[in-house]
């Protein structure tokens, strides 16, 4: 870096002992972004010059006969910066610059002091070290109809408007400035160095004047729906920046704010996910021998797509056949992926069924100098694949991903390694918690409330489809669908093995999947990072532009959690510190609302009938299983809570971007009942002085659905316990006030007639944590 | 009251009846409930096949996963709602004390396809004499998980519900001569012939097991 990037870094010190102490906002490592201040202090004997050396590089190096902290390199500065005031402390205020070159760099410090009384000696700090946080941060998204009032997100739909706003409290710079708003085709980090031009493609850069206040004071619809091409190609969406011209130059520089100067847009303009991509689909059905009979289908034009392309691999369900499986080959070669859908033993039984799964993607890899005439070779991607199984096929996917962990079985083609996502449609359990066990590879799960092969009954664990969902160690997620059938999930016709009310039949179940298989292969195999919308925002909100909204009888409800690999800090999934008063993270567990219990999210008794049992209508684990969760009760009389207090040393959250959890409702029980609907209810983080900031769920859009209505498995009404997960983004709760992330105190949900609907209610929570984007 | 304002109301009733069912009709079905006691007989052999293979294929049927090169191919009338496929448990087939594998499902013809492995004496003839075999259906589980003594004691079950082998009359008169094939992969390939014949609502099935074979 050019000394004079380093010279400008440092300007903001110019203004200038016993010189242990230098500190950054009081510490000596902190991160700041661009554009914000930072105040350095600096112990010394009064009356003393003090140098400040700054560099690159962290050092050590050894000189002046001691091992100083910065690095000397040719780019270290030294700068004198001023003489220690009589009180011995020396303070600087500045502003960290809004040089694109210095985001994300560090900058090591280490001061010095000439000590008056022996100017001979050399009173040398402790190093200090400033991360310069990228400038880049969210600026596109949606008006909320109440607090955060906004929210800024990733994906969106081809006929839906984009906004912009800017918080005046996150950015006080901004106030009383005009700034012009751009969306522009994406340009990665290096682009925008090269070219800071900016050129709007929204039909006309918007003209925001900023003024002190809220969110909302400060926001601008920039493309109205069906404004911004959504066209592509065979991926998801079309990427594109938003900048803040702040200084209305045409020219990314200075204090402009970016959403988008990674290498991930700002924003993603998708279109309708349920439609085919622009690849013709060639089917090509043969066999390689006994139960390797194989339904092929590659977009007729991979020849000339880049690179190897993914390989989904379909293992259907018992009496099911691989020929029924068109509306995920079609739908997904069309888009450029390459899908076989595979005969399946699955009669005989599922560690059977896991056998063909793993042979024939096996023999797939192994002759595609043979298969269609060879039009495969070389164009078929063996470390990235996925597995689709429905039924016995679906835990037959789990079960010979264990395999392949454990060593029982090792393919000739392809290692556990290159399966990056397994998926089971319906998938039954015979196996058990140690044989159907998808480890830590990323995870999703189908489930259709109406289903009446793997019912999801407490009488029978076989049925019970959550239990390999949550032995995922990795990301886990789901999909319920009120109203589908085991049969609704194929298209071989015929029974549709179904039963409740509302049903929703298969043309529109394939809608959904459509619209939902599309963007968790692009996740999970292509690492498009907007498709991840599709999995977890509340579907009420965000759908695809082709979901089935003309049928009622519709619901949809997302599990999504991160793993632990992918970065994150758990503050209770209630699988250790079992007491109810402590989270598994250490810190205390409490407050006025009812405790139901803590235990395993099984319900142990053989029907769902209200009859008091804590995990009643919970069929997310065995007795063998470890599944862990909490369930709790307000009787809508008066406000209650529960808190979780974050143990000593976590309080900094700043480095996380989500809080999540999962909730459900507590099928047949008589709050729940009460009032069937979407349940909502407040959070609140509290800071470490004090300072709260509460959001109600709901108004995200949706909330924690009812349990689809069906009866059966004892009296009552009401199915299985559906878990949704709750995502909020942290910086959300910061919107108009103080609240500091750095020193959280405490998350707590509120219940009760002020802050939660219906004001009663009985619910499961679980896997309260921390992830990033 | 005449007749002619009696025929008014018994009209609308039959109406009403018929649109009911109807509308009965139109919904989906659910699955059948596994009977609640297995049959005592019932299941007719009507056609028998002695086979050999010049390639061992493996019986996963059982959980010692044997290797055959021999056996009976049978189609068996069979109570169809037995042989309902779903996910969960299943009865399980059994020709003796070894399991059968059922190359169709048949529940909506009543007739399966199955393969019987069977060892064979120094002649080359098949050790398991259907005429000493009794054919039923044991408790429903995975068949992969099936052991010897498992299935001993289903056939000890079966025999003390009263399950007989079929007469040798009855295996005489639909046995047909022996067939040979390379491997098992033709051995189903011949059997989509007898599945196309005796369960032709299986159409999905029979053109899945002829998938054209790369070589």
Same mark, same amino acid.
């Given at each position: 870096m050019p000394r004079a990037r380093w010279a400008l870094a440092l300007?903001?010190? @110019?203004?200038?002992?016993? @010189?242990?102490d230098l500190l950054l906002n009081g510490q000596a490592a902190i991160e700041v972004a661009q554009g914000l201040p930072v105040s350095l202090t600096l112990q010394g004997t009064p009356g003393a010059p003090a140098w400040l050396l700054a560099d690159s590089?962290?050092?050590?190096t050894s000189a002046f006969g001691l091992d100083l902290p910065?690095?000397?390199?040719?780019?270290m500065v030294i700068q004198l910066i001023g003489t220690v005031p009589a009180g011995g402390t020396l303070q600087l205020n500045g502003t960290v610059p809004f040089d694109i070159a210095l985001a994300g760099t560090s900058a090591w410090f280490v001061a010095v002091v000439a000590d008056a009384p022996q100017p001979a000696d050399w009173d040398w700090s402790a190093g200090a070290v400033l991360h310069i946080r990228d400038r880049d941060g969210p600026l596109a998204g949606n008006v909320l109809?109440?607090?955060?009032h906004f929210e800024f997100v990733r994906a969106f739909n081809a006929n839906a408007p984009v906004a912009v706003a800017v918080d005046p409290l996150r950015h006080?710079? %901004? !106030?009383?400035r005009t700034g012009d708003v751009y969306v522009t085709a994406k340009k990665t980090r290096a682009q925008w160095l090269a070219d800071p031009t900016l050129v709007d493609v929204s039909g006309g850069a918007e003209t925001l004047a900023f003024v002190a206040g809220g969110v909302l004071d400060n926001d601008v619809v920039?493309? @109205?729906?069906? !404004?911004?091409?959504?066209?592509a190609g065979h991926g998801l969406g079309v990427g594109y920046d938003v900048i803040?011209?702040?200084?209305?130059?045409? %020219?990314?520089?200075?204090d402009d704010l970016i959403d988008?100067?990674?290498?991930?847009?700002?924003l993603y303009r998708v279109h309708d996910v349920t439609l085919p991509g622009p690849s013709a689909v060639t089917e090509v059905i043969y066999s390689g021998g006994t139960n390797l009979g194989q339904d092929l289908y590659y977009p007729s034009d991979i020849a000339s797509l880049p690179a190897p392309r993914p390989l989904v691999v379909v293992s259907h369900g018992n009496g099911?056949?691989?020929?029924?499986?068109d509306h995920v080959g079609e739908h997904l070669a069309s888009y450029g992926f390459v899908v076989m859908s595979h005969q399946n033993n699955t009669v005989p039984g599922v560690e059977t069924a896991s056998t063909t799964t793993l042979t024939n993607t096996d023999y797939l890899l192994g002759n595609l100098g043979t298969i269609?005439?060879?039009?495969?070779l070389g164009r078929v991607d063996g470390h990235n694949i996925m597995w689709l199984g429905h039924s016995r096929g679906g835990e037959g996917v789990v079960r010979a991903y264990d395999r392949l962990v454990d060593g029982t079985y090792v393919a000739s083609n392809f290692?556990?390694?290159?399966?990056r996502l397994v998926s089971s449609i319906a998938?039954?359990?015979?196996?058990g918690t140690s044989s159907a066990n998808p480890h830590g590879v990323d995870y999703h799960l189908w489930v259709g409330?109406?289903?009446?092969?793997?019912?999801?009954?407490?009488?029978s664990n076989i049925a019970q489809s959550f239990h390999l969902h949550d032995r995922a160690e990795g990301r886990r997620m789901s999909v319920s669908l009120h109203?589908?059938?085991?049969?609704?999930?194929?298209?071989?016709?015929?029974?549709?093995?179904a039963t409740g009310p509302c049903l929703v039949h298969t043309p529109d179940t394939h809608a959904i999947m459509r619209g939902l298989l599309l963007p968790l292969a692009q996740r999970h195999?292509?690492?498009?990072?907007? &498709?991840?919308?599709f999995l977890w925002r509340q579907w009420e909100r965000f759908?695809?532009?082709? &979901?089935?909204?003309?049928?009622?009888c519709v619901v949809v409800d997302l599990m999504f959690r991160k793993g632990a690999a992918e970065g994150t800090f758990v503050l209770?999934?209630?699988?250790?510190?079992?007491?109810?008063?402590?989270?598994?993270?250490g810190g205390t567990v409490g407050g006025? !609302?009812?405790? !139901?219990g803590e235990g395993r999210?099984?319900?142990?008794?053989?029907?769902?009938?209200?009859?008091?049992?804590?995990?009643?209508?919970?069929?997310?684990?065995?007795?063998s299983d470890s599944t862990r969760g909490l369930v709790i009760e307000y009787s809508g009389a008066s406000d209650v809570h529960l808190e979780f207090a974050l143990p000593g040393?976590? @309080?900094?959250?700043?480095?996380?971007d989500w809080l999540s959890l999962r909730v459900a409702q507590a099928t047949r029980h008589p709050l729940t009942i009460a009032a069937l609907q979407d349940s909502t209810f407040t959070v609140e983080l509290r800071d470490g002085a004090g300072q709260t900031s509460a959001i109600e769920i709901g108004v995200y859009g949706g909330g924690v659905e009812e349990p689809y209505q069906r009866t059966s498995c004892g009296t009552g009404t009401g199915w299985g316990n559906e878990f949704e997960t709750i995502r909020i983004r942290l910086t959300d709760f910061t919107r108009g006030n103080d609240l500091d992330l750095r020193d959280l105190s405490a998350v707590t949900f509120r219940f009760g007639?002020?802050?939660?609907?219906?004001a009663f209610g009985r619910l499961g929570l679980d896997d309260l944590q921390f992830d990033r984007d | 009251m005449t007749l002619r304002f009696l025929l008014l109301p018994v009209l609308l009733v039959g109406l009403l009846a018929a649109g009911i069912a109807a509308f009965v009709r139109g919904l989906p079905a659910d699955p059948p409930a596994l009977p609640p006691a297995l049959p005592a007989g019932g299941i007719d052999v009507l056609y028998a096949r002695p086979f050999t293979l010049q390639v061992p294929a493996v019986?996963?049927?059982?959980?010692?996963q044997p290797r055959y090169d021999a056996g009976w191919v049978v189609v068996l009338a069979v109570d169809p709602q037995l042989v309902v496929?779903?996910?969960?448990a299943e009865p399980i087939l059994y020709v003796g004390d070894r399991t059968a594998e059922?190359?169709?499902?048949?529940?909506?013809?009543?007739r399966v396809v199955a393969i019987v492995p069977s060892a064979r004496d120094a002649s080359g003839?098949?050790?398991?004499?259907l005429a000493a075999a009794p054919i039923f259906f044991g408790a429903a589980?995975?068949?992969?998980?099936?052991?010897a003594a498992h299935a001993a004691a289903e056939l000890a079950a079966a025999r003390a519900r009263g399950v007989r082998a079929p007469s040798a009359a009855a295996v005489a008169a639909v046995a047909q001569p022996a067939v040979n094939f390379s491997d098992d992969w033709e051995l189903r390939l011949w059997c989509s012939d007898l599945i196309e014949r005796?369960?032709?609502?299986e159409a999905d099935l029979v053109a899945g097991l002829r998938a054209p074979r790369l070589r």
């Open positions: 300007s903001f010190l @110019a203004g200038g002992a016993h @010189a242990s590089s962290p050092g050590p910065v690095g000397f390199t040719p780019v109809a109440g607090y955060p006080p710079e %901004v !106030v009383g920039v493309a @109205a729906g069906g !404004v911004l091409s959504a066209a803040i011209d702040l200084d209305q130059d045409g %020219v990314f520089d200075g988008g100067l990674s290498d991930e847009a700002g099911h056949n691989y020929q029924w499986y269609a005439g060879g039009v495969l290692s556990a390694a290159d399966v998938p039954t359990d015979f196996l409330g109406s289903d009446s092969d793997v019912t999801g009954c407490s009488s109203g589908v059938g085991h049969g609704n999930f194929h298209d071989g016709g015929g029974n549709e093995w195999l292509l690492d498009n990072l907007p &498709a991840e919308d759908r695809p532009i082709g &979901a089935p909204d003309a049928n009622p209770d999934d209630f699988q250790t510190n079992t007491d109810t008063g402590t989270s598994s993270s006025s !609302v009812l405790i !139901v999210l099984d319900d142990e008794d053989t029907n769902f009938t209200w009859d008091g049992d804590t995990f009643n209508g919970f069929t997310h684990g065995q007795s040393g976590t @309080a900094d959250v700043s480095g996380w007639p002020s802050f939660s609907s219906p | 019986h996963a049927w059982e959980a010692a496929p779903r996910q969960t059922r190359v169709n499902f048949g529940h909506e013809s009543g003839s098949l050790t398991l004499d589980g995975l068949p992969e998980q099936v052991d005796w369960s032709p609502q």
